[in-house]
């Protein structure tokens, strides 16, 4: 793995919006930067000049601006460029792949997904009605090709004002209809019809009651995602669920101490490491970037830290006695609750200390509770729904990785998602601020009441890794960049998550040392496993092609080690910038050898055991063989050849060696080893 950036910068794919845009085709360059590549999809191959941005900014992009902690699922606002005297928005952060290339609509995607996948987009689409309605833009949710998947993440293309058949053509895009119409959840009903009609047989009974519902005049929203829920839950339980857990700490190479607290840490992982329904370390991952210097960061950071994990173990004990399943709605207040709880016995503390304004001791907080609600799948069968609740405060991050994309799952609490959610500037400009980076919350800075945490539930639904981070690793956007080295190798067996733990805290040495660097990391599997019974290259005796591991090279000075340690489960300093507090205002007007990761059937080790063993064995006892046919033809070779020479031999032995008795030497003395000088005989 390579330690270096990626010398060349990230592509800039923007989409361009309205019918004036969709008629360029390529090949053609707007203005000079903006290369079209597919239709509507461009690039700005001058990104580091700014675009043009009016002044001020149009009353028509604050539904995308205040949107923005939706922006996994939603585009961002980039700029405008002028085409046959059109103004065309652009957006950024669009759903498409690294080559620019548009994600699958729903309905293309449709037919060919899992049960599981088919009900978690309609999950989304749900839950995404609620914000979009409260922007008028939930019509956007009724056209199936403005809706894209990135694998298991619904993502939109643009928003809508209105329903597509009634959006005005030259708007640029946000709508203005020539007729009244509103986007109801019956209209919804009609969008999702052909869908559902499609799905896979086993969800479709349900499915059908739950369009049944939508169509209804007073329906409730909360029984829908009810129900739904219900559906998603049981779908997920019938999976397999493999967690291999790793964590890991670092200073940096610039701090003399590490105010960052995370669990599991590596005594937690020993004491508590044995697999089970309430075992912590298999369903909490914490980490927390502590505020205010040695002696104040490192006490907040720790006591959040502690302060949860008592919380948390107390969920799981209620769970354990209670198996109804609890709504995301619920399960969200309860974590909420448990953060603030968390934030007063800090704030406590700064009382006591008399300590005010800057000096206040904080921390920033990112926490992954795998839920293990206990999901009827009939009879006596029980299995787990696979969710993972994201709690977060601040900066810390958490990310999902899988083979083909690395998903950002938290949106910064910082100056630049403040301005943008308020309608004041987009991210881009915002982000030049001298003040970009600062907080604008944290535990311990403010009492409970203003203190807003956002929790996110995400299904488990597909392989990847659940990574939590500091800003040690996050900045400078290190993992979006780093993640193609080592999640690949992870996922595929070829290097183990603890070992990719440790590349990335020395990646952030090396790249972000100005602060500390902690990661909890947790490769998660769902996938069905099947035994290797034997390996061709070594019954042929060709060289396996398996890629080598890759080193990481380590510059000097060489940081301290990271301490990293692994735990698997199977079942069904620079301290951050400082806190900016928001006003009243602002406050109303609200994101090496190597082995498999997960554990292998216990038969299957054995039968490896086994044949290592008998390979060994024969190992000793017979000569190497050179595999497949050629090794058989030739050992019959070398049979005959030494048949042909006996044969010559005792044909002309007479002639050659007329002194010498015609009985050969006794076989007995090469194989006691003796040579024919010590037996005393003469040729």
């Known amino acids: 793995m390579n330690r270096s950036l990626p010398a060349t910068p990230t592509p800039v794919y923007l989409w361009s919006v309205g019918s004036v845009a969709a008629r360029i085709l390529p090949p053609n360059v707007m203005e000079g930067r903006y290369k079209v590549l597919h239709p509507q999809v461009w690039q700005d191959i001058y990104p580091e000049r700014s675009p043009y941005i009016p002044d001020p900014l149009p009353d028509s992009w604050q539904p995308y601006?205040?949107?923005?902690?939706?922006?996994?699922?939603?585009?961002?606002?980039?700029?405008?460029?002028?085409?046959?005297?059109?103004?065309?928005?652009?957006?950024?952060?669009?759903?498409?792949?690294?080559?620019?290339?548009?994600?699958?609509?729903?309905?293309?995607?449709?037919?060919?997904?899992?049960?599981?996948?088919?009900?978690?987009?309609?999950?989304?689409?749900?839950?995404?009605?609620?914000?979009?309605?409260?922007?008028?833009?939930?019509?956007?949710?009724?056209?199936?090709?403005?809706?894209?998947?990135?694998?298991?993440?619904?993502?939109?293309?643009?928003?809508?004002?209105?329903?597509?058949?009634?959006?005005?053509?030259?708007?640029?895009?946000?709508?203005?209809?020539?007729?009244?119409?509103?986007?109801?959840?019956?209209?919804?009903?009609?969008?999702?019809?052909?869908?559902?009609?499609?799905?896979?047989?086993?969800?479709?009974?349900?499915?059908?009651?739950?369009?049944?519902?939508?169509?209804?005049?007073?329906?409730?929203?909360?029984?829908?995602?009810?129900?739904?829920?219900?559906?998603?839950?049981?779908?997920?339980?019938?999976?397999?669920?493999?967690?291999?857990?790793?964590?890991?700490?670092?200073?940096?190479?610039?701090?003399?101490?590490?105010?960052?607290?995370?669990?599991?840490?590596?005594?937690?992982?020993?004491?508590?490491?044995?697999?089970?329904?309430?075992?912590?370390?298999?369903?909490?991952?914490?980490?927390?970037?502590?505020?205010?210097?040695?002696?104040?960061?490192?006490?907040?950071?720790?006591?959040?830290?502690?302060?949860?994990?008592?919380?948390?173990?107390?969920?799981?004990?209620?769970?354990?006695?209670?198996?109804?399943?609890?709504?995301?709605?619920?399960?969200a207040d309860q974590l909420s609750a448990m953060i603030r709880i968390a934030n007063n016995l800090i704030c406590s503390r700064n009382n006591d200390q008399k300590r005010e304004a800057r000096r206040r001791m904080a921390t920033t907080l990112v926490m992954a509770v795998q839920l293990p609600q206990q999901v009827n799948l009939g009879g006596d069968v029980v299995g787990n729904g696979h969710e993972w609740y994201i709690a977060h405060v601040g900066d810390s991050r958490a990310y999902w990785l899988t083979e083909r994309y690395c998903q950002p799952l938290t949106v910064d609490d910082d100056v630049i998602t403040r301005e943008v959610r308020l309608g004041r500037s987009l991210s881009h400009i915002a982000a030049q601020r001298p003040d970009a980076g600062a907080l604008t919350q944290a535990l311990g800075t403010r009492e409970a009441e203003r203190l807003r945490p956002t929790i996110r539930r995400f299904i488990l639904e597909e392989d990847g890794i659940l990574l939590l981070c500091s800003d040690g690793l996050s900045d400078n956007g290190l993992l979006e960049q780093a993640w193609p080295e080592f999640v690949p190798q992870v996922l595929t067996g070829k290097l183990t998550i603890e070992a990719a733990v440790d590349f990335l805290i020395q990646l952030a040495n090396q790249n972000n040392g100005h602060d500390n660097t902690s990661i909890v990391a947790a490769a998660c599997g769902v996938s069905a496993q099947y035994p290797v019974l034997m390996n061709l290259a070594e019954l042929t005796g060709t060289p396996s092609e398996t890629p080598p591991v890759p080193q990481v090279e380590v510059k000097p000075p060489e940081p301290a080690p990271a301490t990293v340690t692994p735990s698997i489960v199977e079942g069904n300093g620079q301290s951050p910038p400082p806190v900016e507090e928001k006003t009243t205002e602002e406050e109303g007007a609200t994101e090496p050898p190597l082995r498999p990761d997960y554990e292998l059937p216990s038969f299957f080790e054995e039968m490896q055991a086994n044949l290592a063993q008998n390979r060994e064995e024969e190992e000793e006892v017979a000569p190497p063989q050179r595999g497949g046919n050629s090794g058989f033809l030739w050992i019959i070779g070398v049979v005959l050849l030494i048949g042909a020479a006996t044969f010559g031999v005792l044909t002309l032995r007479p002639q050659l060696f007329p002194d010498v008795p015609e009985e050969l030497p006794s076989p007995g003395v090469e194989e006691s080893g003796e040579s024919t000088e010590e037996s005393g005989e003469t040729p």
């Open 65 to 331: 601006l205040r949107l923005y902690p939706q922006r996994l699922h939603l585009p961002e606002i980039y700029g405008t460029c002028s085409v046959e005297g059109e103004t065309v928005l652009l957006l950024k952060h669009i759903p498409v792949d690294a080559k620019g290339k548009l994600y699958p609509s729903l309905e293309q995607a449709w037919q060919e997904a899992s049960v599981i996948r088919q009900v978690y987009w309609l999950w989304q689409i749900l839950d995404l009605w609620t914000p979009l309605t409260e922007q008028g833009m939930a019509a956007s949710l009724f056209d199936l090709e403005n809706l894209r998947v990135q694998g298991w993440c619904l993502r939109l293309r643009e928003l809508f004002h209105q329903p597509p058949f009634n959006r005005h053509p030259r708007t640029g895009g946000i709508a203005t209809a020539t007729t009244r119409s509103v986007a109801t959840l019956q209209g919804l009903a009609e969008v999702l019809t052909p869908l559902v009609q499609r799905a896979k047989s086993p969800i479709v009974p349900p499915l059908q009651t739950l369009l049944t519902q939508l169509q209804q005049d007073k329906v409730s929203l909360s029984v829908l995602r009810q129900s739904l829920n219900q559906l998603l839950l049981e779908q997920a339980a019938h999976q397999p669920l493999r967690i291999a857990v790793a964590s890991g700490t670092d200073s940096g190479p610039q701090q003399a101490h590490n105010e960052d607290s995370h669990y599991p840490t590596a005594l937690e992982l020993v004491r508590n490491g044995s697999p089970g329904p309430l075992s912590l370390n298999h369903h909490c991952l914490i980490v927390c970037d502590g505020i205010g210097g040695h002696e104040g960061g490192e006490v907040a950071s720790q006591l959040a830290v502690q302060s949860l994990k008592l919380q948390v173990q107390a969920l799981l004990t209620e769970l354990q006695e209670n198996p109804e399943v609890m709504s995301p709605d619920v399960v």
